[in-house]
Structure formats: structure tokens, C-alpha cells
Nanobody, 125 residues
Framework: QVQLVESGGGLVQAGGSLRLSCAASGPTFSSSYAMGWFRQAPGKQRELVAAVTSGGSGIYADSVKGRFTMSRDNIKNTMFLQMSSLKPEDTAVYYC??????????????????WGQGTQVTVSS
């Protein structure tokens, strides 16, 4: 089993910053897993924000490139999403996800086997 717990969400004004964290644990979790951040706004499908392999190969959604930075600490099994220049359209529930296959940073929901409970990010205009 793998547990993923997100934290760091909240309410911020447009142009502000937030840092999300995801702590991974469980007897079967490995730092070799690829990790991803997804988000889901009301009435919309869950979409990729960023993903990275244990080796550091990463991808970002076009909508967040240059504003968001994903990083991970493989020793502490923790992943981060630094979000800057936030916009109202970034408002969503943000989810942490893990993919045990790990070869590439997956871009779709179905590539990930483990999910956190989500943390709400609200950006006011």
C-alpha cells in the first residue's frame, strides 16, 4: 500500500504564491516511482499539472510553464509544487499521484496507481 498526503493549499490573491507538499509513505512505496501533480476544477476533468521521474525528467502543462516548479526529495519521499504568479484559473483541487512503473513521467490520470486526497487551491481576482 502507498499513502500520499497533500498539504499547503489555501486561498491566495492573483499574482501570489503557494507551495504544495506531498508526503509519500507505505511499505510498497519506492523513491523510484514517478510522481505527478494533477488538478481538477469544478465541472472539469482532472488534468496534469506536472510530473517527474525519480531521475528528474519532468513535464509541465503548457498553462503552468514558467510559473510552477515541481521538485522532489527522494530521501524524504516528499514532493513539492511551487506555484507562483497564480491566476484565478488555477483554482482547483490539487492531487498528488504516484506511478510505480516509473520509466517516464506520465501525463494522464490512468497512468497513476496511487492518489492523495487532494488539497484545495483558490485564487481570488
Amino acid at each position: 500500500q502507498v499513502q500520499l498526503v497533500e498539504s499547503g493549499g489555501g486561498l491566495v490573491q492573483a499574482g501570489g504564491s503557494l507551495r504544495l507538499s506531498c508526503a509519500a509513505s507505505g511499505p510498497t512505496f519506492s523513491s523510484s516511482y514517478a510522481m505527478g501533480w494533477f488538478r481538477q476544477a469544478p465541472g472539469k476533468q482532472r488534468e496534469l499539472v506536472a510530473a517527474v521521474t525519480s531521475g528528474g525528467s519532468g513535464i509541465y502543462a503548457d498553462s503552468v510553464k514558467g510559473r510552477f516548479t515541481m521538485s522532489r526529495d527522494n530521501i524524504k519521499n516528499t514532493m513539492f509544487l511551487q506555484m507562483s504568479s497564480l491566476k484565478p484559473e488555477d483554482t482547483a483541487v490539487y492531487y498528488c499521484a504516484a506511478d510505480k512503473r516509473a520509466a517516464l513521467p506520465g501525463a494522464t490520470v490512468r497512468e497513476y496507481q496511487y492518489w492523495g486526497q487532494g488539497t484545495q487551491v483558490t485564487v481570488s481576482s
